[in-house]
């Protein structure tokens, strides 16, 4: 197994070395050159444990005892030994992404990148560490700082805006314990800091520092692979249950921002599990429902702050993927991708455009129709949901209605409603309270549902991580 560029198959690495780049150097992603398929008998029998080593090896050959670094991975980090349960909830059935660490979907690659990471560097004989760095407008860097905490041959700098982030996100990160990581609030907004980050990669390029630097986000193809596990899982689960016999096929609705989610999906059909349809579900920044509608991609809006914040995405960096395994042309991704950088669109010829038709179905869901739906999903099925799985939810029943297609659903769940009580309250009509503390006591009490336990312990729990920096002093921060 290789991996290369989507812009240029002769930009050529091994499995471990593309996770070590995490990017290409031309600005492509790293794909592999051969997608494995699996007998689909050889998966259904594993457990979530057993699944993610089969996958991992499958794409990493490389990369050897992954049945130990899964273990290390996962074991005990999470609330359920099963990892990502599936539950039937009304006509749809949920897929609960959300029992990690930090309680939200990215914590299943999260803590499997880390062990990547290290393991890669041992395999390539590289004999400095890994500085990872991240800019966070919340969610990611505490799932970012709970994975790399006391990873060997790696630290970690976490930058998130001084006043950009909810009291519970920033507590979760300040709090973090761990002998390599660093976090620092900045004086800026979102934007300043991640092109801070950006700037620090390139400046840094020729500087003979004491490790290499790289980043820990969903581009990497170490964050993408781990994901392709919980939709098998998910298939297994209603298999067991007799809801499907083996072999039938469901549909999956995915809450979409960067496209790294839906796209660990479209790998999951491509490897075997009998997939009819993926959903891909946006919020008001619906640049993706319209490129479905169109075949034209044009970031070319205003972002819109939703209450979904984690899907507040204009570029979807891992389309970019999906339209190389289309049409695996390099030239022509290069070409389009150039177009995106310097006009912010770009538009697909007729033939992508019928395939993507055929595998997804997208459309969005609006502020209201999101509050909407926590509201009906809670009094119909007394079942919580967060805001980015409304999204979900709401995309679901929209395909049904339009489509007809009986086909069991899947709606992925990616984050505890518990991270978003604000809206969780508001749906359920609650007069809450301003304090991020008191709203989860007020949730618990409404709902009956249990506080995550690391969201509950985090109240009583020691800042640790008291800086404020300016945005000009971050490259010293994290070079330090
Ligand atoms: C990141 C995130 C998403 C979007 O996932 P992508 O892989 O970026 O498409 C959806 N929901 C939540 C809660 C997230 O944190």
Redesign the pocket.
């Known amino acids: 197994m290789k991996y290369f560029s989507t812009r240029n198959i002769n930009e050529v690495v091994s499995p471990a070395n593309a996770i070590v780049l995490g990017i290409a150097s031309d600005g492509g992603l790293f794909v592999p050159d051969d997608i494995p398929h699996f007998d689909l008998n050889d998966l259904i029998n594993c457990n979530s444990f057993q699944l993610q080593t089969k996958i991992i090896n499958a794409f990493f050959p490389d990369i050897p005892h992954v049945a130990d670094l899964v273990e290390k991975a996962y074991f005990k980090k999470f609330e359920t030994a099963e990892l990502t349960p599936t539950k039937k909830v009304g006509k749809f059935n949920v897929l609960e992404l959300y029992h990690g660490p930090t309680y939200?979907?990215?914590d299943v690659a999260l803590c499997m990148l880390p062990q990547l990471l290290s393991a890669s560097i041992k395999v390539l004989g590289h004999e400095k560490p890994v500085r990872i760095l991240t800019a966070t407008s919340g969610?990611?860097g505490k799932a970012a700082l709970s994975g790399f905490a006391n990873a060997e041959n790696l630290s970690i700098c976490v930058f998130f805006p001084y006043d950009g982030v909810s009291d519970i996100q920033r507590k979760q990160m300040i709090t973090q314990r761990g002998n390599n990581v660093h976090v620092a609030a900045v004086k800026g907004n979102f934007d300043d800091i991640q092109s801070m980050v950006k700037k620090i990669f390139v400046s840094s390029k020729n500087l003979d520092l004491n490790y290499n630097l790289t980043s820990a986000n969903?581009i990497n193809i170490g964050r993408l692979v781990p994901q392709i596990m919980y939709y098998f899982k998910s298939y297994k689960d209603l298999v067991d249950r007799e809801q499907i016999s083996f072999g039938d096929h469901v549909n999956f609705s995915?809450?979409?921002?960067?496209?790294?989610?839906?796209l660990a999906g479209f790998l999951a059909k491509q490897i075997g599990l009998p997939i009819k349809k993926l959903i891909c579900a946006s919020n008001e920044n619906k640049v993706l429902t319209d490129f479905y509608s169109t075949g034209i991609y044009d970031k070319n809006r205003d972002l819109v702050k939703t209450s979904?914040p984690?899907?507040d995405?204009l570029i979807?960096s891992?389309l970019e993927r999906l339209l190389y395994f289309l049409c695996k042309d390099d030239n022509y991704i290069s070409e389009i991708m150039k177009n995106l950088e310097s006009t912010g669109k770009y538009q697909v010829n007729q033939e992508i455009h019928n395939k993507i038709k055929d595998e997804f179905w997208a459309t969005y869901c609006d502020n209201f129709q999101t509050q909407n739906c926590i509201t009906n999903v809670w009094n119909n099925h007394n079942y919580l949901i967060?805001p980015?799985t409304a999204c979900g939810w709401f995309a679901a029943e929209k395909y049904v209605d339009f489509t007809g297609d009986n086909t069991p659903m899947i709606v992925l769940s990616?984050?505890s409603p518990y991270k978003f009580c604000t809206s969780v309250l508001g749906a359920l009509g609650a007069n809450f309270e301003q304090d991020g503390f008191s709203q989860m006591e007020q949730l618990n009490k409404i709902s009956g549902v249990p506080i995550p336990k690391n969201l509950a312990n985090l109240k009583n729990m020691n800042n640790i991580h008291n800086n404020v920096i300016e945005v000009s002093q971050m490259k010293d921060f994290s070079l330090a």
């Open positions: 939200a979907f990215k969610d990611t969903s995915v809450p979409t921002g960067n496209f790294g989610d839906i979904s984690s899907m995405i979807s891992n967060d980015h990616t984050a």
